[in-house]
């Protein structure tokens, strides 16, 4: 009865805040791709996509729509996490595993964002309670329905291959397992998961705009930075979204239980006078895929804190059968990281002064002063130069936005403004805004700059540096 009012409570106090969560310049973008629907994206795979759709054409076009979405996936996830705790030791462990989930920094205050990697962490969690159930139970029917849910994990983001990697180590180095090589169902289970990302790969492999390519750059964006610096924050900033016990645990699970021996099958079984677990294994080796990886990466590049959210799963579920304390620990770093999080976001992050006491309108009103702001006389476009602009201005201004030229690519594929002589543009920028003007003032008869703030997000720098430039009389050249 407690685990069914937490569940509730703490979904009805997310939507209470839910307001005053505007949103962030990537959750915008992944709307714009839901105006333009395709089999996959530059960035990550088409799911986010599809889910916006489905809740703006449900919902309306609200922000509103999009924070419901991002709370009822985490809800979905804290019932698989009971379920998956409920399998691997008993309901009381799945209840604890459930509300720890919901409590740690990164699914309580970030679990409120809609980005691929919410939808990537339900799936994640659905294919994981399947293969418990797969192991436990040894009905190869559960193939089919693994291969469905992996694949629609594909679909959110390009991380849940290595699901299938981890798939294939555990069934390789368990002998009870090995036999799943001889039967037909993993290999329907596989076909099933590429008829439902067949069209992506496609794109994929047809689209100049790769993903490896657009992934490489963030690589060598960060490869600059100090090594020292990269892992100091991969380190500091895991253990702060997921709590050092988890971190602790996942470590454990990744470098030392990994190698103790343990029985051929998932429970428990009586060896002498010792009791031992083959699901360790398991969660071993899920964690080791993930985290591994992302441990490897976090010198070369910033590795972001969501990055790496599957490899803790395991640690999660573990956390339901740990001594007291641990899991009063847990709880207590948690409740005082969301506290100071929430007290910073929602009261003590430095709005700029213009915009003090609009938060909650400014938006709002964003579509009307576009309006008012377009010339009577002659087109006029409306161009922005990175994606969280690109995507606020489009959905809040609720106008067509094309990218600058040269600026960006992925949002090229969608067109770019013809703009002729004599046309108007209104340019929305935040970087080079010095440089910019000057370049517009060269190619356009008028420019003014906008004197107050237009538009607000609790992201980035968006808020304080969005300059917007009023163009008319296009005369013709390049622009900046």
Known sequence: MYFAVFLAAITLFKLAIAPHFPLIGDESFYWVW?????????????????????????????????????????????????????????????????????????????GMFLVPQTLLFLCWSWSFYLLVRLVRSGHGHYWYWLGLSAGLGLLSDHIMALFFLATVAFCLLDREQRHWFSRKEPYLGVLIALAVVLPSLIWYLTSPLSPFIYWGSKVRTGAGLRLADNLLNFFGLQMLLYTPPIFIMTVGLVFRRFWEPETKRLGSQKQGNREVHSQVSLRSIFAAVVFLPFLLLS?????????????????????????????????????????????????????????????????????????????????????????GT??????????????????????????????????????????????????????????????????FTKDADIPTKLTIFHCTGFRGGQLP
Request: glycine share 8%; no cysteine; aromatic share 14%.
């Open 299 to 387: 010198p070369l590049a910033m590795v972001g804190g969501h990055w790496p959210a599957t490899a803790y799963l395991p640690a999660i579920i573990e956390s339901g059968k740990a001594k007291r304390w641990v899991s009063w620990t847990i709880v207590g770093f948690a409740l005082l990281v969301n506290s100071l999080g929430f007290v910073y976001y929602l009261f003590l992050y430095p709005t700029p002064p213009a915009l003090r006491g609009k938060e909650l309108t400014v938006n709002r009103e964003f579509a009307r002063f576009i309006r008012q702001s377009t010339p009577v006389k002659g087109r006029t476009y409306y161009l922005a130069d990175d994606i």
């Open 390 to 455: 690109f995507g606020l201005v489009s959905f809040h201004g609720q106008v067509k936005v094309y990218p600058v030229p040269g600026k960006l690519k992925e949002a090229e594929a969608w067109g770019t403004a013809p703009v002729r002589p004599g046309d108007n543009i209104i340019y929305f920028t935040r970087e080079r805004t010095t440089e910019i003007e000057a370049g517009l003032h060269r190619v356009f008869q008028r420019v003014v700059t906008e004197k107050e703030r237009r538009l």
């Open 34 to 110: 839901s105006r333009h629907l395709d089999f996959a994206y530059t960035a990550h795979p088409p799911m986010i996509a599809y889910v916006i759709f489905i809740l703006t054409a449900l919902f309306g076009h609200n922000f509103l729509a999009l924070r419901f979405g991002a709370i009822a996936a985490v809800l979905l996830i804290s019932w698989l996490v009971y379920l998956t705790g409920k399998e691997l030791a008993d309901e009381r462990a799945g209840r604890r595993a459930a509300i720890i989930f919901n409590l740690l920094p990164t699914f309580f205050g970030g």
